[in-house]
C-alpha cells in the first residue's frame, strides 16, 4: 500500500452557526461544534485510508472563546498520522463574524478513526508520510497523545509511555 | 450559597438512534453522540449552578463499540466537582438493542462548564458535596483531571501537577 | 412468558427546548412536545415487549402552560397496562426553567402502541405487573380508557362500556 | 368581528416521509405526524383568527395504518368551531404510496388553538359560520367534543355534559 | 399510456418560517426555500409520472421579497409539460404573515424531473393534456424554456433554438 | 471602498450525504444540494462585502448525475463580479465516492447576493479585481448572465441586452 502526504487528506468544511446551534445567550453549544468537527475529520480520514472509517476517541477539546449566531465556522482537517488499522486526524477550527470583521482560533483538537471494509471488518491503512515542518512535528507528537489515550483508557501503564514522560516531565531529565 | 450533593444534578437522557444519525454502515457517529453527552450535561451543570452554562471543556472520550440504527442510548451525568466559576460533568453512556436484548457500557466521559449571568459574565457556582463512595472517588479524581486539562491547554507547567503526577509516576516515587 | 413490572419499563428523557422547537412568541409548539413524547413511550414500550413497537393512538392531551425558550422537558413513561398484542404507556411531563427556578407539571397522556415481529406481525406481549398503589389505580383506568378509544375509533357501542359508563356517570347508578 | 367560513382557513400541506421520520421497519413514527399535524392546524387556526395561536389541546389519534418511507402525507385543516377565544380545528390525513398506486385515509384528528395578542394575553376571535351540509355536522358536534376534553381535563362533571350524553347512550333516553 | 391533465398533479404545500431557516435578520434564506419548492415540485411530478422521480433542472429563480420568521409559505405545484421521459413543473409561491395581514407573491419557478424505474433507469411518462387558457400558455412556453436550458447546458446551439428566438428577439422579425 | 480579488472569498465547504438528504433510491434529493449552495454561496459573498447578504437569484442549475448516500460533496465558491449592491458567486460542485474511489464534476452554478445593513437597507460592496486568466472570464461573462436574469425577471427588454445577444446569436453577425 502506498503511503500518502498530509495534503491529500487536507479537508475545509465551512457552517453558518443556526438559532438551533446556539443556546439562549446566542453561543454556539460546544456539542454541535464536536460534531461537525466528527464529520470533517470523518471526510479527512476517508480520503486518507480510502475506506468507511468510525471514530475511535476524541484528544481532550477545550472551548477557549464564545462563538456566536450567524458566525461562520471553518475547520480544517489532515491526518497527522497513521497506524496500522487506524489514523490520527488534526483539526483547527476558526470562528469569524464577518459584519464586525473579527476572526478567532477558536480550537485545536485531534480525532482518530478506525477503518472497516463493508462487512465492518478492521482493515490496514496508508502510511502517512509527512512533508513539511509542521506536519513533521504533527507526526513526531502522535506518539505521545497516543499513549496518553491507552493510559486514560486504562490500555497502557504510565512507565511504558516513554513519548509521553518526555515531554510532561522534561525539567527532571 | 448552599452546597449541593450530586443528586441534585442527576439528569438521564434517553435517545433512539435515528438513520441520519448513522454511516453507511448503520452505526452511530461519534459526532452525534457527542452532541446528546453535551446537552445531558449542560442540563446536569444548569441544575447544580441555576444558571446558563457554556461548555468549557471535553476531556479524552473513546468509542469502544459500534452502536446501531435503531438503539436506545441512555446518558446518565452528574455533576462530579465544582470549581470556583466551573462545574465537571461525568457522564455514563449505555447502548442497548431492545429486540436483541442486548445492552453495553458504551462511554465513560467528563465535560466541564461555565456558569454565566444574563450579561454573558462568569459567576460563582454552589460547592458540590459528595455523598456515596464513588462520588468521594469521582470528587478527588477531579483534581487530577484539571491538572491535565490546564497542561494540555498550555496553562500548567508540568512541575506543578502534584496530584496528576502522583497517578502517572506513581511508582517511581 | 414472564409478566413484567412497571419498574422495568420506566424510561426518562430530558430535552432542551432549541429555538426551532418554539413558535414567535418562543413558546414550545404542541406539535413538538407530541413527538417527544412518542419517542419516550415508544422506549417505555420497547422495553416491556423487547420488540420492535409502533404508536396505535395517543388520548386526549391537553396543553395547559406556555413552555419557553431554554427550558429543560422532563418526560417520565412507563407501562401502565398490557394486552394481548399491545401495551398503554403512561406518561407524565414536567418543563423547569432552570435560571428562573421555576417548575410546572405540563401534561400527563397515554399513548398506545402494538409490538410487532421482524415481518410486521403483531405479536404477544408480557403481561403488566403492576406494584405500587399508583401503579395499581393507573392498571385499573386502562380498561376505561381503552373503551373510550375503542367508542371514539367507531369500534365499540358506548353500551358495551361498562367500565366508562361507571366513570362518567356514577351518579346515575 | 366579522364571522368567517370554513374555507377561508382551509390549508393542505403535503410531507414527503423520509427516513429519519420512520423507526427501523420503514414505518412513520406516529409523533412525527402528530408534530406535522398540528403545524397544519395552526396554520388554519392562523388564518381564521389572524393571531398568533398556541396548541391548547389534541382529542384522542388513532393510527389504523403503517405509512412507509417515501409515501406522500396530505394533511386537509380548516376550523371547524369557533369558541370564545379559542378554535376547534378539524384534520383529515392520506397516505399514498405514488409509485405503487395505493392511497389510505390515514386519520381523522381535532387540534384546538387558542389566539394570543403580542402580549401572550388571550383575545377574542370570528365566529365561524359553516356553510355545507358536512361542515354544519361537524360544528353542531363540536360541543360534544368539547364536553368531552373538559371531563377528561377535570374541569366538568360528567352530569352536565348534555350534548356528550345524548350521544353515548342515546339507547338510554 | 394515457396522458393526464395539469390538475391531477397539482399539489399545495405550506410551510412555517421556523428559526433555523432564517439568517441573522430573520429573513428567510433563499436556499431553504429552493430544497422546500424541489420537495413541493417532486411530488407534484410523481403524481403524474406515477414513478420516482430525480431533479434534473431548476430554471433561473429569483427572490424579490424578504420572508419573515413566523411568516407562512404556500407553494403550488402543478406538471406544465411532459416530455419523453421527463416533465417541467411549475410553481407558484405566497408568504403570508398572517398576524400582520400581509400577503406576497414571492416567487414563480420551473424545475424539471426524470422519471425512473425502480432500478434507476429512464421511463416513458404520460403525456400532459392543458385544459385551462392559462395551462395551455405554460404548456407552450414550456419548449422555449427547454431550448434555454439545453442551450445553458451546452446541449444545443442558439440558432437551433427556433422558439426562443422568436421570443427574445420578436422586434427584429 | 478597496476592492478585493476572487480569492479574498474563495470558500470550501464539505458535507455528508446523509439518509434524509437523499430519495428512496438513495440518491441526493436536488433541493438539497441548492440549499447547501446557497449556504457556501453565502458565506463567500459575506467575505467579499463584510455584510451581511441575502439571496437575490439563482441561475439555472441542471443535475447531471445522481449522488450517493455516503458521498463526500465538495462546494467551492468565490464571487466572479460585484455590481453596486449586489455580488454574482460562481459555485463548482463535486461529488467523490471514497470507498468507491469514484469522482465527479456534479455541477456550475451561479448565485446572487445583495449586501444589506443591519437595518435590512441595500448597501455599496467592494469591487472585485478579478486576477487569473480563468476569473477574467468569469468577471466578463457576469454582465451576459445579468442581461439574462433582468430579461427572464421581465426588468430588460431583449434589445437591450447587447452582449447576451453577442453570445447566443454570433453566428448572426
New interface residues.
Given amino acids: 500500500m502506498k503511503g500518502k502526504t498530509p495534503k491529500e487528506s487536507h479537508?475545509?468544511?465551512?457552517?453558518?452557526v443556526?438559532?438551533?446551534d446556539?443556546?439562549?445567550?446566542n453561543?454556539l453549544?460546544?456539542?454541535?461544534l464536536?460534531?461537525?468537527?466528527?464529520?470533517?475529520a470523518?471526510?479527512s480520514a476517508?480520503?486518507h485510508c480510502?475506506?468507511?472509517v468510525?471514530?475511535?476517541?476524541?484528544?481532550?477539546?477545550?472551548?477557549k472563546h464564545?462563538i456566536k449566531?450567524?458566525d461562520?465556522i471553518t475547520i480544517e482537517a489532515k491526518v497527522s498520522r497513521a497506524f496500522t488499522t487506524s489514523v490520527e486526524v488534526r483539526l483547527d477550527v476558526w470562528a469569524q463574524n464577518?459584519?464586525s470583521?473579527t476572526s478567532v482560533k477558536s480550537n485545536e483538537a485531534y480525532?482518530t478513526f478506525v477503518a472497516?471494509d463493508?462487512e465492518?471488518n478492521k482493515i490496514n491503512v496508508p502510511e502517512l508520510l509527512p512533508e513539511t515542518a509542521e506536519e513533521i512535528i504533527l507526526y513526531d507528537g502522535a506518539l505521545r497523545r497516543r499513549q496518553?489515550?491507552l493510559?486514560?483508557?486504562g490500555k497502557m501503564h504510565?512507565?511504558e509511555a516513554t513519548e509521553l514522560?518526555a515531554?510532561?516531565?522534561?525539567?527532571e531529565k
Same sequence: chains 1, 2, 3, 4, 5, 6.
Avoid: C
Wanted: aromatic share 8%.
Fill in positions: 479537508t475545509i468544511m465551512n457552517e453558518l443556526l438559532p438551533n446556539t443556546n439562549t445567550l453561543n453549544m460546544g456539542g454541535r464536536l460534531h461537525w468537527m466528527d464529520i470533517a470523518a471526510i476517508q480520503k480510502n475506506r468507511i468510525v471514530t475511535a476517541s476524541v484528544d481532550n477539546v477545550s472551548f464564545s449566531l450567524g461562520v464577518i459584519p470583521g480525532y472497516l463493508k465492518g496518553l489515550r493510559i486514560l483508557g504510565p512507565d514522560k515531554l510532561f516531565f522534561s525539567v
